[in-house]
């Protein structure tokens, strides 16, 4: 015979077993959910190669592309740009620069299949092969090279493959070019070069 005491020992215990498992339960769809949530949420999830025939990656930046040279854009290459792509944009801009980053080219509306940018892209829109030119830091269209005050400072050209060509007029800034691009990046790539005036 099972005595009051050893039957409500009992009953809690089974009470408790059954608590830990809808706990358990509770804590593991919660984590599915996120999960799910997460994975649905659109956002690149392939990088793109991007090289330059002028230099490498964390190479300096020859004088030639530089304000102190004759300030020409490099030559520009990529690669694995994924299917589904409709649309390329550039970003070149410098994150080291003293007033906060400094906006040196921008370029959108590239065509999907193209294989990088020529040597020297006149300041002017359209872009000849295609592509639309916004404004840098300075307020001007087209590009500017690296002029760095001191020190030696970073700068990123950074390639967004885009699902949508983008409704901007010529001039956008990066603001205007970030926030069109949200929930339609693909994939991204960048290239980074360093430079410090001598």
Known sequence: MISSRSSRFWRLSLFTV????CTSLILISIFLVC???KSSKKGPDMTMQVTSPAFKQSDMIPDRYTCKGEDLSPALRWADVPSGTKSLALIFDDPDAPMGTWVHWIIYNIPADSAGLPENVPAANPVKGGGIQGANSWGRIGYGGPCPPSGTHRYFFRLYALDIMLDLKPGATKSQLLKTME??????GELMGRYQKR
Do not use: P, V, Y
């Open 183 to 188: 929930g339609h990046i693909l994939a991204e």
């Open 35 to 37: 999960n799910a949530d």
């Open 18 to 21: 059954r608590n830990a498992a």
